[in-house]
């Protein structure tokens, strides 16, 4: 008789977070905070003043484990401008199933949205699903950036094994902006290849929502790169809509290489001055 041996238990975290803010006299207010499992807001900050509302996204377990499932939401109501971040990277095991992660945005008229969360590091080995959807209505305007390092470089970790995939759509009114697809294996001959990743284990992607002149274009263009630092970047205007990418050997470089991009681009297309986050320099 062959005993039958027992299933193995892998825990997960389940965890959502819904968020919504509103425009009331002068200031934008969070007017939604609810979550189900390990996902928190901090307090909200106004550092600019009353029109910015800045919440600072945090993860109390620190890393995604495989089976981990992450549900974000947040909605901008009209005039009201939100900032979202992260006190720091976003890690992604290694795993023997899918971790996933979806975000939704939605972004009334007249509203604003800057998602700048910091650098989400996948493990070797790891299996990482992502989804993100942005609805802009009207004239509702939209900074976003994502900053992706495969393996661990400093510690001498390859993405080897495992897969990174994600999903990026954003749509005006229904409309399509972007739309885009990405899966990574590991060990794929593209992460070192010229046509693919050209052995840098970090890029970048940074959205903005509108159009620049050509002397602005050329000014972020030619962002010169601080000494020592690896990022090999560039950006174009499409309709409505600024796109930038780079390749870096470290996730830091790239984050700087972006928050360049931002100060320069933020007056322009939304309006305001740049003021980092003060969690950014801690």
Known sequence: MTAVQPAL???AW?????????RQQEWTRPV????????????????????VCQHIIVHPPA???????????????????????????AKWYRATCPARQQVELRVA????????PQETIVYSGAQAELSTRIELNGDARLCYWDIVAL????????????????????????????????????????????????????????????????????????LP?????????????????????CLAGEALHARAWLIELWRLLRPALLGREAVPPRIWST
């Open 151 to 222: 393996g661990r470089p400093a510690a001498g970790e390859r993405f080897a094994t495992g897969h990174f995939q994600s999903a990026l759509d954003v749509r005006r009114d229904g409309q399509p902006l972007w739309h885009e697809r990405q899966r990574v294996i590991g060990g794929d001959g593209l992460l070192d290849s010229p046509i693919g990743l050209d052995r840098q284990p970090v890029f970048a992607t940074l959205l903005v929502s509108g159009e620049i002149d050509g002397e602005l274009l050329e000014r972020c263009r030619e």
């Open 225 to 245: 790169c601080p000494a020592g630092q690896t990022v090999r970047g560039d950006l174009t205007q499409l309709p409505g809509l600024v796109v930038a990418r």
């Open 63 to 89: 890393g995604i484990a495989g089976g981990d499932s992450l549900n974000i939401s947040a909605s901008v109501g009209e005039q009201a401008w939100a900032q979202l971040t992260s006190p720091g990277a």
């Open 9 to 11: 238990f892998t825990p």
């Open 32 to 51: 939604l905070r609810r979550y189900l499992g390990p996902l928190r807001v901090q307090k909200h900050l106004h550092a600019e003043g009353p029109q």
């Open 109 to 116: 008229p007249g509203a604003t949205l800057e998602w700048l």
């Open 14 to 22: 389940h965890a959502e977070l819904e968020l919504a803010y509103a």
